[in-house]
C-alpha cells in the first residue's frame, strides 16, 4: 500500500497548489521519483485515475521521470550510479557507500488550465 499513500500526499499538493493559482482543471503532473523509493508507476497512475475522481485533477496526465540511484564511496571519494544494487565500489572495491540520489519523490510541476 506504499504506492497508495504516496499518490494521495502526492494528490493532496496538486490540489493545493491548483487551488492556490485558481487553476479550473489539471492537465499534467510532472513527478521525480528516486529508483530506491521502490514506486511502480503503473501502481501511482492507477490509484491516482481512483483517487482523483471528482477533483479538479481528475483526468491529468501523470509523466514520471526516474532518478537512478547514485552513490558516492567514502574510501575513495569517487560517485557513480548503483548497478543492480551491487554495493561495491568499482574503482577501489570498498564497500562503504553514501546515498547522494535515488530517494527523490516530488512533485516537479503541474501544468493547469
Ligand atoms: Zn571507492
Known amino acids: 500500500m506504499h504506492e497508495?499513500?504516496?499518490?494521495?500526499?502526492?494528490?493532496?499538493?496538486v490540489l493545493e497548489q491548483a487551488g492556490?493559482?485558481?487553476?479550473?482543471?489539471?492537465?499534467?503532473?510532472?513527478?521525480v521519483?528516486?529508483?530506491?523509493?521502490?514506486?511502480?508507476?503503473?501502481?501511482?497512475?492507477?490509484?491516482f485515475n481512483f483517487l482523483s475522481k471528482g477533483t479538479i485533477?481528475?483526468?491529468?496526465?501523470?509523466?514520471?521521470t526516474m532518478v537512478p540511484t547514485a552513490v558516492r564511496c567514502r574510501g575513495c571519494n569517487k560517485?557513480?550510479?548503483?548497478?543492480?544494487?551491487?554495493?561495491?565500489?568499482?574503482?577501489?572495491?570498498g564497500n562503504s557507500l553514501e546515498i547522494i540520489a535515488g530517494k527523490e519523490l516530488f512533485v516537479e510541476s503541474?501544468?493547469?488550465e
Open 57 to 64: 485533477a481528475e483526468g491529468a496526465a501523470l509523466s514520471f
Open 110 to 112: 503541474i501544468e493547469v
Open 33 to 47: 521519483i528516486g529508483e530506491m523509493c521502490g514506486v511502480v508507476d503503473e501502481c501511482v497512475q492507477f490509484y
Open 20 to 31: 492556490e493559482i485558481g487553476a479550473k482543471e489539471v492537465g499534467r503532473i510532472n513527478l
Open 79 to 93: 560517485s557513480f550510479e548503483l548497478k543492480e544494487f551491487d554495493w561495491t565500489c568499482p574503482y577501489c572495491r
Open 4 to 13: 497508495l499513500a504516496i499518490t494521495q500526499s502526492m494528490l493532496d499538493l
